[in-house]
Every structure is written in structure tokens, then in C-alpha cells.
């Protein structure tokens, strides 16, 4: 019996329909060039078409984007969830583009973009469901369009070889598509099958089958459905009516109904090719000529494909925090820089410097071509820190926007050159709050001061120098006019007056002004958009009222680490909580949130307040080792979130090493007995020659693992930290420390922790195992109910909810570069924890790419 492959069949229809994809879009490309001769003759009939009708026809492509989201609204209601209008409209514009670069992208688009819609409570297996539904109901309503449009073409005797085809293709698939949710639903032989091969989607079907299904929804989402086919026909209506074409409301309704069949079975660009190959076919069918068809096809297309493709690509590049607006408009001017420097070095449109010579000198042409090149090299520098969102940058950058669309028209009536500055200019003006990092104002009064003077010096050294100079090394006999004129000329680098240097001395001469001139401007420019640096050290009086505040607020088990020496303090502007950060490249990284009351709404407060700062620094704003249960309020500040380990904590009450489960633990606690080693207790302060030996341990520990003190969320061994606090130590019996840990400060209350807890080469098996029982016992003296173990990285995800948390479960599980990760936590497993969520707390995925090299910075110590 021959057992067939699966994965074979699937792979091999995914082929087969690229394949079919590819072959429609050649078709269209062999059409349309075959017909290129009348296709020449549409550029203007478009541009003949009726103004009125083309933009009632994007009126409608506005309505029509509403009424998918409206769809989806009620695809939601029918199983008793619910979103609002604006998050319709997001999904439908994302999905629709993302649709048209996915092979079957218009099912398979429906998986993207649920996030936003998650937030809002509503699971991800009823949004699954709401969209099957949503893309079910849109197929049935283009087969219930279809069917009148059928029978007439049957009645009418036309051929309908491919149309026929088509149709059968997506009766099959609504027979299809309803028998396996009919199936599902009455656990039928789909639902057996389904659970036998994946037996964790019992649980999905089980949710979906306890939603609250309404039937009034589900006929309001047909009927909107229903409403979006007619507003396709009218859109083939006016396009017609747009070119002067009248009464073929036939032609419109057949011609949308094919088209929109093709579109439908099209596995590739949403149809691109097939549905304009056919639509033209259809329409010509009709009487209309190939130009008149091609015409109508592209103004329908319009109106129906690219326009909305447009706005779901608005959709994403408009979002506040996307990293596209600050990169595109520096790009821009980077492009209007070359642009500019290039119009300079070629020559001028004789015509065009012909018409200019009527009404403006020849110097002054010169005179707008220098200018013209000196503002393309600083946009070129301005471009640079356009990236970095500073706000003297983008006050320059429409400055020069400004002197170029003026140059390029003088110089030489450049205006397309002309009309890029001003295009760059409205998008600079559009995207103008993305540019909030100050500048460095002392670098600015500085810079400024030194332009001056370099300015004063070079016009009395240009003047009396030019003035005075021999004929001989210009040819030219300088009067006090001219003297004046070259100089200012030759500092701003323009050299309109043409100056040709005869001599050595002449060309030093006009070098060095030249050379003067090109720092000073340079120096300008750099010190107004230089960004603010802000102080990093921490003056004593910060450092005792973040101490006062972490004794008054301090709820957290690293809180202790927050007043470290290696952190930088933002206090809120009432002074009642602040945050803990250290700067690393473009990121401040706090520890955790900020140490407040514990009152949502003085949370919220301080870390707008931290955010807005770092926006003013240029810095992007990101939370380490975020509790779980404080999710909620990044969440409001609209950041994302990701699982990067787990905290262990240890019940120690009702810890015990009975029971089988702690033989392990047992075994290594006799074992280091019957070799002679001991723990012992050492209360603050402890004395110098124990701080001595467990130096020794410490150094050992770190050579033999290659490592470098860390920071940040630990401590690192400091001999003034360690004489203050308890430590527990492991000997033998010559007093030879082997191991040991230091108690630390734990502001959570009823919990204990530690810091280090390290060993030498020589130590014995089970020496953690032992510090640890006799930390629980320490704790269990001293009134403690739990144990803060401390957090095992990159464990805890179960199932990732996007691509960063797959990618991290990935890494934790397959990588053999992480597998002492696995070692941690089996180790902390031993003590039966409760495990809690820590999270990283960041504002868009693209931070992920640059935040871990800049985590890693600021975890190494000074």
C-alpha cells in the first residue's frame, strides 16, 4: 500500500498555483503589448476623463474601505466580540496590503495584524475566527453576485470557456469552505481528523464552539458584503461614465463579476494581470475597443486596487512611533543633496539660461550656482542628523529647502530640481514632531562665538589682503569695493567674481580664506545640531533622596540595585518616585519602572514624564526585567512587551528536604558533611580577613568561567558592599572558604535574597545546593516567608506570541550557545519555586535589533 505524502501534495499545489499566478501576469504583459499601439492612446484619454466622476469614484473607494470595516465590526459581533471602527479600518488597510504580496493573500493575509486587537481583550482564537468569517462571507457574496450574472450570460449565448471555469472553481470552494465548518462545528469527520493529527486544537475548536453566535450579525456582515460587490460595479460604471462611455450598465456588471472571479481564484498579487487581462476581454466583448477597455480597466483599478493599496501603505508608514518617518525624510534630503551637487556640475538648459538672462545678471547666475552647491553639501551633512530626530536639524533642513527651490530657479530655471526641495519640504513639515532631541546649547553659544570671530578675523584679513596685493598675483588692481566683494565671495566658498589665482602666494592666499570660510560654516552647522548631552554622574544629595525614596517605596527585589553606583537617576518633576537608568547609544534602559507610590495613576505620571525626557535626549526609552502584573500600564503608553525569563521564588514556609523529591538535595548535603566542610554564618561587619578569602573565591570563579564583573540587575564584588552585609559561607576544615553567597537588601516585603553566590574550582559537588539550604533555614530564623531565587533568562514561553518571543523560545531550546540557561533553572527548579514573568519593555520590533547589544553594555561595569 503506498502511503502518500502530505507535505508533498501541499507543496506541490503551492507551486502549482505560483505557477498559475506567473502565467496570468505574462498573459497581461503579452496583451498589453501586444495592443501597445492603442495602449499609447490611453495617457490621454485619462487625462481627457471627467474630473467630477474620477473624484466621486475615489469618494466611493473611501466608502468602500469604510464598509470593509464595518464588515469586520459585525464579523466580530457575530461571535459576541466586538471592536470599534477605527480598528476595522487599521486591519482591513494592513491586511488588504500585505494581501497583495502573499501567495492566496487574500486568505492568508487574514492571519496578520491581530495584536492591536488582542489588547482590547478579545482572544486571538476569536479573532481567527471573525476573520474566517470575514473571508467566507465576502467569497459567498461574489458566488451570490454570480449567479444571476451566469444564467444571464447562458440565456444570452455567450462563450464563457475561462469564465465558466472560474466560477466552478469557487463553487467548489464555498462547497467546500461551508462543508468543513459545518463539519467542525457538529464534530464531525473534519473535527475528528483535525484533533487526531493536531490534538492541541481541541481546546481552540472547544472556544470557538462556546462563542455567542448571532445570526442578526452574521446577516448584516452579508449584507454589507453584499453592498461592497454593487459599490464595485458602480466604480466599473463610473470609471466608464469618467471617459464619456455611457449605457453599458451590462457590460459593468458582467465585466465586475469576471474580474472579481479571477480575483478571487487568483493565488498571486491579488490578481494583478488576470483580473485586467479579463476585464479588458469582457468589456471588448461588449462593443468597446481595446483603448476604450484598457482605459476603463486601469481608471477601475485605480479606484479598486491601487488606491486602497495606497492607504493601507499610509496605514503603516503614518503610525506616530514608525521608524519610516525619520528615515525617509533624511533620505530625501540626502537624495535633494546629490541632486542639488549634481544640477551644479552640469551644465544649464540653453534655453532655459536664455530666458533667465532677460531679467537677471550673469553674476547673479553664478552667483545662485554657488549657492546652490554650498546648500547641497549641508543637506548631505544635515541628512545625518535628521536620523537622529534633533530638532536644530530639521529647522536647517527646511531652511534649505527654502534657499533651494530659490537657487535652482535662478540658477538656471531647474524646475524639477526645484519642485524635489519643495516635495522634500512638505514632508519635512508633515513629519515635523518626530524632530523633538534638543541641541547642545553651550556647543551652540560656542560655535556660534568662534564663527564670529573666525567671520570678524577673515573679513579684515580678506580685505586688507585683497586690497593691498600686488596686480600681479590676480590681474586684477582691487579696489576697496572689490576687496570687500571677493572676500565675503571666496569665505562662503562661491567664487562667483571668478577669481584666478596667477601666482603661489595667490592661490595660498585664497585658500586659506576659502579654508577659514568652509570651518567656520562647518563649525556653525555642527554645533546647532550636535545633540544635547546630558550630565552623566550623580551628584551625592540625588543619590540620598533616591535612598529615601527607595526606603519609602521600595517594593522589589533589585530595588537594592537602583541607588548602584553604575546608575543615573530621572526624578519626577514633583520629586515623589524616580527611575533608575543607565544610557547606552540611543537607549536608556531603566531597571524595572520607577520607584513610586503604589498608585497607577503616579506610575503612569512618572514614566510619561521619563519618556518625554528621553525624547528630548534622543534617547529611546526601554524597561528592564519588567514585572509581569505592571504589564498593563506599558501597555497604555502603547510600548510592546516580551518574555526574557522567569523570577523564582521559594515558599518558605512550606519548603522541606522530606520526600523523594529532595533526595537530591539531601545526598549533596551528606556528601559535603562526611568530607568535612561546613557553612557558616558571617553577620555585618564582617571582618577583612573573611573578605580577603572570599576575594580569592570570587577571582577564581571568575577566571575559571572567562567572565567580567556585571552589573545593572546584579552586584559585582565590592569589599565596602560585602562588609555590611551577611554572608554565608562553605569550608573546609582548614577554614578554607570554597563558596559562598552575600545576603542583600530585599524591599519586597517578607522576602529574601542574595547577590553573588560563587565557588572555586576545588569546591564539592552540591556546594550551591548547600548555600541555598542554609540560606532557607537563615531565612526561616529570621521571620522570612519567601525567597527571591533570582530570574532563570529566556525561560518561562511556553508558546510565543509573535516572531520576537518565537525567536527567543527558539534560541532557548535549540541553541546550544544558551544551554547554560537550561542549567540555571534546573538548578532554582530544585527548590519547587513559583516562577513569575519578567519582561522587556520597548517601543517598536525594530529597537530589537540594536537593544541587545546596548543590554550588554550597560550590564558591564566600569
Known sequence: MIKLNHQYFKSRNYYAKEILGFIFILFAIFFFRHQRHELHQIGGILRSSNTLMVVLGIMLTIVYCLCHAIMYRYSFKTIGANINLGEGVKLFLKRNFVSV???????????????????????????????????????????IVTIPVMVYLLFT????????????????????????????????????????????????????AASNFSSAALIKTILISLFIEFAGIAHLVIAMEALGISGHLDAAVVGYVIATLFLVISPFLKGLGAVELSLVLVLKRYGLDTTQAAAITFLY??????????????????????????????LMLFTLGIVDIVSVLTPALKGRLDILTNFLPVEALRLSNGLVLLIGVLQLITAAFLLRGMRSAWNIAVLLCILAIGGNLIKGLDYEEALLALTVLVVLLLTRKQYYVKANRNLQNFSLGIALIIFAAVTVYGIVGFYFLDKRHFGIDFSLENAIRSTFDNFILLNSGGLVAKTHFATLFLNSIRLLGAGSILLLVYGSIK????????????LEEAKQLLEKYGRSAVDYFKTYSDKLFFFSESRDGFIAYRASGDFAIALEGPVCANQEDVKLGILREFEQFCLQNGLKAAYYRVDGKEIGLYEKLGRKNMIIGQEAIVDLQGFSLEGGARKSLRNALSSIQKKGFVIKTYLPPVKSGILQKVRQVSDDWLISLEREEMVFSQGRFDENELKNQPLLSLENEDEKIVAF?????????????????????????????????????????????????????????????????????????????????????????????AWEDRFLVYDTHFDLLRLPSALNAVMKAD
Open 531 to 542: 545633540p544635547y548631552l546630558f550630565e552623566d554622574r550623580v551628584e551625592e544629595e540625588e
Open 101 to 143: 504580496f502573499l501567495p492566496g493573500g487574500g486568505v492568508t493575509s487574514l492571519a496578520f495584524f491581530s495584536g492591536e486587537i488582542e489588547k482590547s481583550g478579545v482572544s486571538r482564537t476569536r479573532i481567527s475566527l471573525a476573520s474566517y468569517i470575514y473571508g467566507l462571507v465576502g467569497i459567498f457574496t461574489v458566488f
Open 301 to 330: 483599478r485605480l479606484f479598486e486596487f491601487w488606491l486602497p493599496l495606497v492607504f493601507g501603505a499610509l496605514s503603516f508608514i503614518l503610525n506616530k512611533r514608525n521608524i519610516v518617518l525619520r528615515i525617509w525624510p533624511a
Open 741 to 833: 553567597l552575600n545576603i542583600i537588601p530585599d524591599y519586597t516585603p517578607g522576602e529574601l535574597t542574595y547577590d553573588l553566590i560563587r565557588k572555586t574550582t576545588d569546591a564539592p559537588g552540591g556546594n550551591m545546593d548547600a548555600l541555598i539550604v542554609e540560606l532557607i533555614a537563615y531565612g526561616k530564623a529570621n521571620g522570612y516567608k519567601s525567597l527571591n531565587m533570582g530570574m532563570a533568562p529566556l525561560s518561562g514561553i511556553e508558546k510565543g506570541r509573535d516572531l520576537p518571543e518565537q525567536a527567543v523560545k527558539f534560541a532557548y531550546e535549540k541553541l546550544r550557545m544558551f544551554s547554560h540557561y537550561h542549567g540555571l533553572r534546573d538548578f532554582k527548579q530544585k527548590f519547587s519555586p
Open 157 to 208: 449565448k455567450q462563450q464563457l470557456n475561462g469564465d465558466l471555469l472560474a466560477f466552478a472553481a469557487l463553487s467548489l470552494t464555498i462547497i467546500l469552505l461551508i462543508g468543513l465548518s459545518i463539519s467542525l462545528l457538529r464534530k464531525g469527520w473534519a473535527y475528528q481528523k483535525l484533533i487526531r493529527f493536531r490534538p492541541d486544537t481541541e481546546l481552540i475548536l472547544e472556544e470557538i
